[in-house]
């Protein structure tokens, strides 16, 4: 390949990082696979990727330099103009919206300059997208580039520890770490934690999840001794008989998706996709924060069943907690023998490796998360094929995302037809739903699927703010707003769909009455807009029309009349569903139109400016 590059040079520490990141790999081909970790290296190290850096890396890789900037370019976590070292995210999407985060702002606006500024050069900070601590609104996350490399989520953030955070982490550049995890507000205390009964829950807040020895005591890697007495076609043949579905949003049946990894040809490879991104969502987080191991003994499992002898856990970028709990449980697993060449002396290899995000909603997406470790953009490819079919490094693979995977567990110890005696005929098992928003105890509950909207709610201490509750917001943004007459559906996939909703991602999002709905549906489509890879017209165009054509009604300045305005707002939103590549741009004005069609939104607005 002839590479072009320019005559910048790196200094020392961008050097230095560089080598130490690829020095920890194993370096296996293709080498473009490391793109991502030597990008986050170097920018941990001196806060943003210069050309210079950009210019070694991309010779030690053997990427060319323009395609290596245009994937830096695209993440918004990492840098490629000057940046101060330290770096503050704070959310103000719809779960930090009505929280606080427009006041934390405002303050931040007011002690350290407006957003992207940084009048002393030393630090500064954004405005974020959903930063996966809903719960806790208002979140932010803090980083601070140095050696080492520095994160810490806030939550909830305030104006004061946020700031003297700040202060600590210049004065003392070491200050800052990653605390150990308080669990105690995302699984609630009251409801929840520590309750008999639970299944995936049942271990977090209960032991310490840097615990191997722990993990074990608690029924840990019963499991896996299972799985290998039982053998691999046993266990694919467990799942299936449990109707185990994707927990993810696409509820595609587990299973049938192994099954089909069975008869693939070799190398076959194993994803676990951990890069929770929609709006309202944390579930995923709670569980790899509080029980770490469960998530390695359910990819040794996955693995072992579908014939893969290697597999990466892509979690998103703003998880430096669950991260740093992860690598301790791979690193732990390897020194015990849960993990290698000869796991449990079985005979059975399973080799894991942990890659972060960067920060990209549109890295959820299998096909987009695939392109993302290979290191190139995070953009979806075209299926067919299926990733079962042509997945990684052109390979087939296994992409399941994190409740999936731990509900494995129970099914091998229980059995499949025990898992599936829980729930209905067509939703089994156990489900997580991750409470936010206008709801008095706020947090992940694990439920039986077929419990009713309303009864969730009743366990969450019911409508929060002003006690009178307006909407719900389903499935988060790429999800549907429902009505307080809704709220007796039963929490399914086929009770939602028969009301035009869905579960998605498991987000149960309350609106009080004091919520001008107007502003979260702009909120929501800004979010599209930011989020869209920009790789298919339908989406790139449409996700910015639908922005500018709500900020429209929401001034009562309609290109023509209302009509005309929602009849296009229709129009765009079918061209998204009908011509987009994947899911994002097909389920962008999703919750926009559930909205419009259940709400007099906009037709308020008019009446009040009469």
């Not at 579905?245 to 509820?251: E, N, Q, T």
């Not at 944390?282 to 990819?299: C, I, Q, S």
Request: with cysteine; aromatic share 6%; glycine share 10%.
């Amino acid at each position: 390949m002839d590479l072009h590059f320019t005559t910048d040079e790196p200094t020392r520490d961008e050097r230095e990082a560089v080598d130490g990141c690829l020095a920890a790999q194993a370096l296996e081909p293709p080498r473009r696979q490391y793109l991502l970790p030597v990008l986050h290296a170097i920018q941990g190290r001196v806060g943003w990727i210069s050309p210079g850096a950009l210019n070694y890396a991309c010779r030690a890789l053997e990427v060319p330099p323009a395609e290596a900037f245009g994937v830096a370019d695209f993440y918004a976590l990492l840098q490629t103009r000057p940046h101060p070292p330290v770096t503050v995210h704070v959310c103000d999407d719809i779960g930090c919206q009505f929280s606080g985060a427009e006041m934390l702002c405002a303050e931040l606006e007011r002690a350290l300059g407006p957003a992207g500024t940084s009048p002393d050069g030393r630090v500064t900070w954004h405005r974020s997208p959903c930063l996966g601590h809903c719960e806790r609104a208002p979140a932010a996350l803090m980083t601070a580039a140095g050696r080492p490399p520095r994160e810490q989520s806030l939550a909830p953030a305030t104006p004061g520890n946020l700031l003297s955070t700040i202060e600590a982490v210049l004065a003392v550049p070491a200050v800052l770490a990653v605390p150990s995890p308080d669990l105690s507000a995302s699984v609630p205390q009251l409801s929840q934690m520590g309750q008999p009964g639970l299944t995936l829950l049942r271990r977090v807040g209960r032991i310490d999840p840097r615990s191997l020895d722990d993990y074990r005591a608690a029924g840990g890697f019963l499991a896996l001794r299972r799985a290998f007495e039982m053998g691999p076609d046993r266990v694919v043949r467990e799942v299936i008989d449990a109707k185990l579905v994707g927990r993810g949003g696409a509820a595609f049946p587990t299973g049938q998706k192994w099954l089909g990894m069975r008869s693939a040809p070799l190398p076959r490879y194993l994803v676990c996709n951990a890069d929770e991104s929609e709006p309202g969502t944390f579930k995923d987080r709670v569980l790899m924060e509080g029980d770490p191991f469960a998530l390695v003994e359910a990819m040794t499992i996955a693995g072992f069943a579908t014939g893969c002898e290697r597999g990466f856990l892509y979690i998103r970028g703003e998880y430096p907690l669950a991260t740093e709990l992860l690598e301790n449980a791979i690193r732990r697993c390897y020194e015990r023998g849960f993990l290698g060449a000869d796991v449990l002396s079985d005979g059975v290899r399973f080799d894991l490796e942990l890659r972060r995000g960067a920060g990209a909603y549109i890295c959820g997406e299998e096909t987009a998360l695939l392109n993302s470790l290979e290191g190139y953009r995070g953009e979806p490819r075209n299926k067919p094929p299926f990733p079962t079919q042509v997945g990684l490094f052109g390979q087939p693979t296994a992409i399941n995302n994190v409740e999936t995977l731990v509900n494995v567990l129970p099914i091998l110890i229980e059995g499949g037809k025990a898992f599936a005696s829980i729930g209905t005929e067509r939703s089994t098992g156990p489900k997580l739903f991750c409470l936010s928003g206008h709801v008095r105890r706020p947090g992940v509950y694990e439920v039986p699927f077929g419990v009713t909207l309303r009864q969730l709610l009743e366990m969450a201490g019911g409508v929060g703010g002003s006690g009178r509750l307006q909407a719900v917001l389903l499935g988060g943004a790429a999800g549907a707003f429902i009505t307080p007459d809704q709220i007796d559906v039963p929490l399914t996939f086929e009770g939602t769909r028969a009301i035009g909703a869905a579960l998605g991602s498991g987000v149960v999002m309350p609106f009080d009455d004091t919520v001008d709905l107007r502003q979260v549906l702009r909120r929501i489509a800004q979010f599209f807009r930011d989020e869209s890879c920009g790789q298919c017209v339908p989406c790139r165009v449409g996700t910015v029309r639908q922005e500018e054509l709500l900020h429209r009604l929401a001034a009562d300045r309609p290109a023509g009349s209302m009509e005309q305005e929602l009849m296009l707002l229709k129009e765009l939103g079918q061209v998204m569903r009908d011509a987009s590549i994947c899911g994002l741009g097909q389920t962008a004005s999703g919750a926009v139109e559930s909205a419009l069609a259940r709400f007099p939104v906009y037709q308020e607005k008019r009446q009040e400016n009469r």
